[in-house]
């Protein structure tokens, strides 16, 4: 259920012949989900459901009918319409909202340099349609067209301003820029959903027929493509880009917000024309995986005796900094298992990334190279094929391990994992030579640590991490660490000067609140990262 917000608009300002500007209040709470449906037969067209509550819709309702509307009337469009600045705080809430669901890069075309995600115009239009019963009576509507895009809007020295783009050239401590925003995207929000007719229609260019339709619910909001600018908008006719019309209502009041999903356009230059494109490549909001579906069923894995709550994303991270180029075998699964899958895939999203844009020629910054050739660090086994072995033998108590196979399978995720149910000593030994490039040890091996460290040292990869759970404030195991704080030798299983390690505590907990990192580094210690700079 998303929750009931009360909302309110504070007056800034209002100037005669000028929107007004109004406040909104920190108290804005995200929805619990966003619902996305592609609209066929229209590019780039999309509804995102629940991106305002129905409780918000109705007190922004109110507040534009005590603003007052005023009647349109052109020979495309007929309704009431108001326009007003929103300030950041407001922008910022419905804007995260979206975010997720829009593109952050737009590639360079042949009317627009590279364009990166920067928000919302934050001058809204809002148009009310009202319908009628009366046959005689001219209808509310808004005839077929095409949206053009519109430069950002907001304030500047306290003055209400349509377009924020510097008009001489020079920014605000006078240096040189060329940067324009201005919108690429559509954005409608649908404040009102109790009426009928209204429907927002696309038709085809070529013969006039109608392509899809949306009808406007509760909250919703539709992003499809504008033109930016006279060249773009005499291609898009010449083209054949649908057209869009607010169809007319014969019952009920349609109030509905217009704004523009705007891009930050840079002039190619030498110094900047591949930014764009390695933001695109590298951006940590690019997963398509980390959703509320993810969480979920994650959640149905987790249970506190096993303690992994901080443990299972810090090894999401760890995979995902680290991009293993060989296996990673999990001893004793469960709820880390599925946070160490999604950092595989999602390796796996960003390497193709840095690959396509690599062809392109656009793995670099400021014109340097900035990415290393995978085919320069391993040619055995590139991180998209690493897989995560599990071994459990499922006979814990509160073992969530079974229902590992299933869930990934649900998210996607089960080409990554290759899942042994058994004992993990009876897989102890069997790994091939340099084939594991980080083992996550969580099976209780006590006083035996050391014997299964010495079983397998030879297949972990020089470089690769042995990363053991509850290691330091348990009397068993912390024989074992000082033996490794010593540097090894004896029974811990690791030859001398062969490893660097760090242990991590968590102070609150008493049970399962450590962790213990190793590196593998080589006969004599003599593995080494590369050096690719002097500084930097």
Known sequence: MLSLLLLSFVPLRSQPGSPPTWAFPPTF????????????NVADTKTIKHILHDTECSFLIDTFESLGFERVMTEKNRHQSLQCIINEDLHDKIFGRLKPHIPLYLPENEFHDAGLLVGLNRRVRVYKYVGHDDAQAEPDQFLPHIDAGWPEGGERDGEVVID?????????????????????????LYLSENFSGGQTTFYSQDNGEEIASVKPSLGTALIFPQALGEAEMKHAIKTCW????????????????????????????EKNRHDYAIHDMFSPLKSSLLTPEFMALANTLYTPVMGTENLAPFLHSLIRFVKPVRDIVEVGGGYSSLWILLALRENQEEIERIREGAMRGEAKMLDYPWTVGLEDRDDRNPPSTAKLRVIDNCLHQMSTASKLSSISQTLCLSDHLVFSEGDAWDFSGTFPISSVSLFFVDFGAGSRLGEFIADNWAALDDGGFLVVHSSVTNERTRKWLEGARAGGGGDTGLPVGEFHHVSLLEPHKRFQNAVTILQKRGKGGDWKEPLYSVYG
């Open 29 to 40: 709470k995200l929805p619990s989900e966003q619902l996305v449906r592609e609209i066929p």
């Open 164 to 188: 924020m783009n510097s008009a001489d050239g020079k920014d605000s401590n006078g240096k040189d820029t060329k940067t324009v925003v201005g919108g690429r995207f559509s954005c409608l």
């Open 242 to 269: 649908p057209t869009h019309a607010g169809c007319t209502l014969s019952g009920g009041t349609k109030i509905v917000i217009r704004t523009d999903v705007l891009y930050s356009h840079k002039e190619t230059t």
